[in-house]
């Protein structure tokens, strides 16, 4: 098959999904092809609403389809304790927990000076501007939790954001070890992120 063929056109396409090679790509393609041809259009269409329809909350910067997410416009959510986590399926994770029902706070990635990522390409300043304009007002925020990855780029972040948060005057702390070192907050049992949030410690 040549490079302008469709078949490995879409399988080049399908095989940019994360966890997907060549081979699953292939079958993918071929299980396109045996389906009604509505199948195709409705995937692409979904696919093509989700980039036209989903932007980041005007205040946490969490993934919404309006200008505010659920959870920041809900008054039963507890606007003191803001949980800051790495990537917008943290806070599902965390949510699922039951066990935290104050606001989030989505950096969209951590501190890895090797991968090029620093503090200006996450979203800090927001986190900081957020903090500094509710100071003194009914949504005072007393605590940040500090909910990244345990592993070296989560543990640099969190040292970071702890050294500019102590300044304004919040509470920071830090999950609990009840997530096993090297376990992303997403693929975490709901057990231990509970007792995480429970028994978190104030860092530094």
Same mark, same amino acid.
């Given at each position: 098959m040549?490079?302008?063929d ?12 994360p ?5 699953t790509?292939t ?19 979904a ?28 008054p039963?959510r507890?606007?003191?304790?803001v ?7 943290d806070?599902? %994770?965390? +949510?699922?927990?039951? $066990?935290f029902?104050?606001?989030y706070?989505? @950096?969209?990635?951590? !501190?890895s *000076? #090797? ?7 996450l ?9 500094s304009?509710v ?11 500090? %909910?990244? +990855?345990?592993?070296? $780029? ?6 970071? @954001?702890?050294?500019l !948060?102590? *300044? #304004? ?35 530094g």
């Amino acid at each position: 098959m040549s490079a302008a063929d469709p078949f490995r056109r879409a399988v080049q396409q399908l095989a940019r999904f994360p966890g997907v090679g060549e081979k699953t790509a292939t079958r993918y393609a071929y299980w396109l092809l045996r389906q009604q041809p509505d199948a195709a259009e409705n995937i692409a269409a979904a696919i093509l609403g989700l980039k036209a329809s989903v932007r980041e909350c005007a205040v946490c910067c969490d993934l919404s389809e309006r200008e505010l997410c659920l959870r920041c416009s809900d008054p039963a959510r507890d606007a003191s304790t803001v949980c800051v986590v790495e990537r917008p399926q943290d806070v599902r %994770a965390i +949510d699922g927990s039951n $066990e935290f029902k104050g606001r989030y706070h989505v @950096l969209h990635g951590a !501190l890895s *000076p #090797l991968d090029g990522v620093g503090p200006n390409d996450l979203r800090i300043q927001a986190l900081l501007a957020r903090i500094s304009a509710v100071s003194g007002g009914l949504d005072t925020v007393k605590e940040c939790i500090l %909910a990244m +990855d345990p592993d070296v $780029e989560g543990d640099a972040t969190s040292l970071y @954001l702890a050294r500019l !948060l102590r *300044p #304004l005057g919040v509470r920071v702390t830090r999950l609990a070890h009840g997530i096993a070192v090297g376990t992303e907050i997403e693929f975490a049992d709901r057990v231990s992120l509970a007792r995480a949030l429970e028994g978190r410690r104030d860092i530094g």
